[in-house]
């Protein structure tokens, strides 16, 4: 995948703008050409072409290529199978306002894959730092818009400035059906009220802090989808206790080290690379939650 325009470097308005309001938009970041591609490698991981997806839901053999997508709402961990998928974490034009608004060495822990057809729910109100424990307040994901996400087809929802507390709000349960089976927080300041719809163009990527209060709605568009890929980072200058230490090591030294350097240096590079994440498929909430932390390879994340 290659960019045809490349970003110039964010101004230091643009990352004092973003460090107020805990989120950007870089428009166009990825070209007409690169959303296509990837919008057909998510039928091809859908298809199992790609490799071994847990939860996958049956054979598609026969059925066509929408009948596929409809049947799933998220992927977790797509790059760790496609090509394509590794390639956009590392796309310039994502990567370089990145290393201005995290850190010069930067790395990547997760990949998420959001199909969510027409009638597909969204995700509650939540923070990522909830299910990705940095600590640092440098955890920061990249929403890749793979088609125009609007209010009616179940755009992200931010409120803005609500990361400055840098403080992880409860989260809890729920069976709001608008809703899939990841938690909702609560007991944060805000009303509804105070939410913007963060509606892009495909090939738009919003940015966006690990604290920052997001959600998305269902899709109630007629018919199509609103396709992302969402990749996750944070300073690879710090250690991630992500996932729970083995019996007996002390979580102030756990590293989760399956990750992807996308910027700078890894201080930590001597430590290795772990392969320790599978792509797996989210429950849409419809059919009932499947708990995957019960898996041999589970891994609970947002
Ligand atoms: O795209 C969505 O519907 C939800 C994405 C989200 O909440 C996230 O990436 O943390």
Redesign the pocket.
Known sequence: MTATQTFSALTSQQVRDYHENGFMVLEHALTADEIVQLQSEAVAICRGDRGTLQGALGDHTHEDDDQVMQQYLCIHFPHKISPVALNAIKHPNIVGPLSQVISPDVKCMQS?L?I?ASGKP??AW?Q?EYYIPTRDRSLT?A?IAMDDATVEN?C?WVIPGSHRHGILWPQHDHDDRRFDCAGEAGGYPYTDDDAIAVEVKAGSVVVFNGYLL???LPNRAKAGYRR?L?NHYMSAQSLLPWHPPKEGQSVSTHDFRDIVMVAGTDPYAYKGIDDITHPHVRPDGKGGCRDFSQDKQGIKD?
């Open positions: 998420m959001f969510k969204g995700q939540h990522d994901g929403w179940g992200l997001h959600r998305s992302a969402v947002n």
